[in-house]
């Protein structure tokens, strides 16, 4: 599994499902154009990728290029990386029938082309870090617990996360903004 420290954006579930069979990364779907009106969301991508940077990956059709037009025009002066995939005709497995315009998504390309557009986009890549597990958020009781969901909103908000935030996506941004002794500090502090 090739890890790397920007988070990627790409369309929807299949293509984030797709992608974290390849890679070991932070991995946030904008809903194909519901991104639009989600401004937690796209303030969640920017706080990220101000921190992390960020990998752009849709569709090499009409309605992934203006994705991605979008979030760089709402980045301002953050830099992305833009990864692009190869046009290659065909469907995916799972549709009955092909796009509009007849091309394979992300979630319908071979492994090594995904690896070899990340590369090419100069993803950079983590070597062995010591992260947080789920197992510690157990452990603190941020997940698997009747009281988890509060917990997790006090440290989202403490965090500056949206207060719905998942036991998965809050160890997802974790891992992101902090080293485990930062977080264990954090908690501490409470």
């Known amino acids: 599994m090739y890890k790397i420290s920007e988070v990627v954006v790409v369309e929807g ?12 990364a932070v991995i946030i779907t904008t809903d194909g154009f519901r991104l639009y ?10 706080k990220l990728a101000q921190k992390h940077g960020v990998i752009v990956l849709t569709d090499s059709d009409n309605a ?7 979030i760089k ?10 990864a692009y995939i190869p046009e290659i005709k065909g469907k995916e497995r799972r549709k009955s029938k092909a796009g509009a315009e007849g091309l394979l ?3 319908g390309i071979p492994d090594e ?10 993803a950079t890549q983590v070597k062995n870090p010591l992260q947080l597990t ?12 009747a009281e988890s969901a509060n917990k997790r909103k006090i440290i989202a908000e403490k965090l500056g996360l949206p207060s719905k935030i998942s036991a998965n996506a809050l160890l997802d941004a974790l891992n992101l903004w902090c080293s485990r002794e930062e977080f264990f500090n954090l908690i501490e502090e409470d």
């Open 13 to 24: 579930k299949y293509d984030k499902l797709r992608l974290s069979q390849v890679i070991d």
């Open 37 to 46: 009106k989600d401004k937690e969301k796209l303030s969640l991508i920017k």
């Open 64 to 70: 992934g290029f203006r994705i991605r037009n979008y």
């Open 73 to 82: 025009q709402c980045m301002g002066d953050v830099k992305i990386k833009h």
């Open 105 to 107: 998504g992300v979630e």
């Open 113 to 122: 082309v995904i690896l070899d557009v990340i590369k090419k986009a100069n």
């Open 134 to 145: 789920k197992a510690d958020l157990f452990e603190l009781g941020l997940c698997g617990r």
